[in-house]
């Protein structure tokens, strides 16, 4: 196993084991910005054919646009549980599979919009994940990523220095990654960014020229 690999491992047992409690932790994160930002983003979708990276427990399943056909990976298997559960409860139509970002089996050009939320502070190797991202998105198409950026808040991101190493441990989430810098190094060309919460949370829109 390569330490690439090695390191998903690490992180993906950490997201299996988080999976029991994740949506008490989300319940929180939502009433503080994120639901507005999910609101958003899936407001943003275009087009019909659509893929969610990270689907986790299935929280953005209310916010589908109703005549996408979905397709959604996560590479845990607590996760992805979860979400086929809610799927089931609630009549969502998506494709689920577990699938790690960084190495997905889909072909090139496939979905005309690439959609995510939180994902990208917890892949082990983001600017390679998001590459990934713009290689199965098609020509002219769309991806959207809602993500932490605890930067943009002094007091925050202190806190979130202070509060990382447990974060890691616990959840294999970085709280002090630079999701902005992570999507120019991929290769997409940026369209708009919009800010929550003073910038907490950076709603990234981009194309794949
Ligand atoms: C913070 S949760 C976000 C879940 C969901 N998007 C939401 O907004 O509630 C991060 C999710 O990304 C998944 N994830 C992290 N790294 C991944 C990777 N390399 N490939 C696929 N999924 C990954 C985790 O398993 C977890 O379900």
């Not at 290769?187 to 929550?196: I, N, P, Q």
Request: glycine residues 6%.
């Amino acid at each position: 196993m390569s330490s690439e690999d090695k390191a998903s491992e690490i992180i993906k047992r950490r997201w299996n084991r988080t999976a029991w409690y994740y949506d008490y932790l989300m319940a929180f994160m939502d009433r503080v910005g994120v639901r507005k930002g999910r609101r958003l983003l899936w407001s943003r979708v275009e087009s019909s054919h659509v893929l969610e990276i990270g689907v986790g427990t299935g929280n953005n399943f209310p916010y589908y646009p109703p005549d996408a056909e979905m397709t959604a990976i996560d590479f845990s298997e607590g996760m992805l549980k979860r979400a086929k559960n809610r799927a089931s409860r609630h009549k969502v139509k998506v494709d689920l599979r577990q699938m790690d970002v960084q190495n997905m089996k889909f072909a090139d050009n496939t979905f005309n919009t690439v959609a995510s939320t939180l994902v990208f502070c917890s892949v082990p190797d983001p600017v390679r994940g998001i590459k990934e991202v713009a290689r199965v998105c098609k020509p002219g198409g769309k991806v959207i990523l809602l993500e932490n950026d605890f930067n943009s808040v002094p007091i925050i991101s202190w806190l979130a220095k202070l509060a990382n190493p447990l974060a890691v441990r616990m959840i294999g989430a970085d709280f002090t990654r630079h999701p902005m810098d992570n999507v120019a190094s991929s290769g997409l060309a940026v369209e708009r960014v919009t800010s929550l919460r003073r910038g907490l949370w950076k709603l990234i829109e981009a194309r794949k020229v």
